[in-house]
């Protein structure tokens, strides 16, 4: 009996040493918080930002967050609701003032959250779930300023604006997809690897003549690194199913030719009876160097609205330290505010400091082209009859002589 007792309490005992092994030894941490960081209303780059704004410095106001005084004003009351969070006995909250200036901040340099952290006044690990919670917040009070067309009338409206500003007629937008770099997520192996090198998530976009975009599709992993991308999209699958109520085929100006309306694209995609893109460069004559000159230039738009949204938010000059969901956030955030400030503030957004783009900078690349090389019959037969429409009744007249 004694035996048994003693083997018992031995095995209790071996337990007990197990799990107090297990258990983690508690830090007794020297203090709750640094120091410094409670000081933020002293050392917080707002003063500076309020400094700056009482001298009139408007052009430096504005190449700090990428927007003037007004626009920063009216966003900032339409998140306030989002990132409002009561004060505790223990400490005051952050102010959505604060979430959106370091959000902001972030989005336009690029910065590390180690290194913006001493601008801010905040820890890195506040930083970090700021950025995502305001970026949803922007993304969800801004849904209004990406909007793709709907019915007839709206995609006709875009057409006629592409029509009067590139005489590029029934087009629809310009279409283009671009790799943005992301560190590798953990546990992916090659999923995000594309054929540049690196690991990316692609950002699908539409523009109207207007460089504003009016559909965006992001996340589809790097991998997928041709116009085949475009299949994944829910562009697609509406397109594919007839519900983006695209308008029937109409009779292009100045002429009896009937032509489908489209979109216009490079050669990453494949040609198809609503997508245009350039003849090949091996089959080029005269006339075909023509729609080619008409097509690029329309298409000119998608290029513009991403070099403007690579240089004014520095976020795209370095991989995206985030995994891919929050990437693909952070790129819809600065898409939205890319369309929000062109329709409330495009003088002072356009105008404002341009950053120089890294030589070694992996974002923002181009897709690779598709491997498609058997286009159906009768999108060919478009490509040709609106190659001889440029050439003939559409051809732009450079001056009253009509040379």
């Keep these: 009996m004694n035996t048994c007792l003693q083997v018992n309490q031995k095995k209790k005992a071996c337990v007990a040493i197990i799990i107090a092994s297990a258990v983690k030894k508690r830090v007794n941490r020297k203090r709750w918080v640094k120091p410094w960081l409670l000081k933020r209303n002293i050392y917080t780059h707002l003063n500076l930002l309020h400094e700056i704004h009482s001298t009139e410095e408007e052009d430096h106001y504005a190449n700090y967050y990428r927007m003037n005084d007004a626009c920063f004003n009216h966003l900032l009351e339409r998140v306030t609701p989002h990132l409002l969070k009561q004060d ?9 003032k604060e979430k959106l200036a370091a959000t902001l901040r972030f989005l336009a340099t690029g910065r590390t959250i180690e290194c913006l952290k001493f601008s801010v006044i905040m820890s890195p690990a506040a930083i970090g779930e700021i950025i995502i919670d305001t970026c949803r917040a922007i993304v969800h009070v801004l849904q209004h300023c990406i909007k793709m067309p709907t019915t007839e009338d709206e995609w006709k409206a875009v057409a006629e604006e592409f ?11 310009a279409l283009d997809g671009k790799h943005v770099g992301i560190k590798k997520p953990a546990h992916s192996g090659s999923l995000y690897y594309n ?5 990316s998530i692609v950002l699908m976009a539409l523009v109207n003549a207007k460089k504003e975009f009016i559909m965006i599709d992001i996340g589809t992993n790097g991998r997928i690194s041709d116009g ?47 997508l245009m893109k350039p003849f090949p460069q091996n089959s080029l004559n005269e006339e075909r160097k023509v729609f080619n000159y008409r097509l690029s230039r329309a298409r000119s738009v998608v290029e513009c609205a991403f070099g403007i949204l690579n240089s004014k938010f520095g976020i795209f000059q370095r991989d995206l330290a985030f995994e891919p969901s929050k990437a693909a956030l952070i790129t819809a955030t600065c898409c939205y505010l890319h369309n929000y400030l062109l329709q409330y503030a495009s003088k002072s957004y356009l105008s404002s400091h341009k950053k ?39 051809k732009i007249v450079t001056n009253e002589t009509g040379k």
């Design 88 to 96: 505790t006995c223990m400490r005051k909250s952050i102010t959505p």
């Design 163 to 173: 029509g009067n500003r590139y005489h590029f007629w029934n087009c629809l937008g």
């Design 195 to 199: 054929y540049k090198g690196f690991h």
């Design 228 to 274: 085949g991308v475009l299949f994944y999209t829910k562009f697609w699958e509406l397109y594919q199913q007839k519900k983006l109520n695209l308008p029937e085929p109409s009779i292009l100006p100045g002429s009896a030719r009937i032509s489908p309306y489209v979109i216009i694209s490079d050669e990453a995609f494949a040609l198809g009876q609503n």
């Design 356 to 394: 120089k783009e890294s030589k070694h900078t992996n974002t923002f690349v181009d897709m690779e082209c598709t491997h498609n090389r058997n286009p159906p019959r009768d999108a060919k037969s478009i490509r040709e009859n609106l190659c001889q429409y440029f050439c003939n009744e559409g």
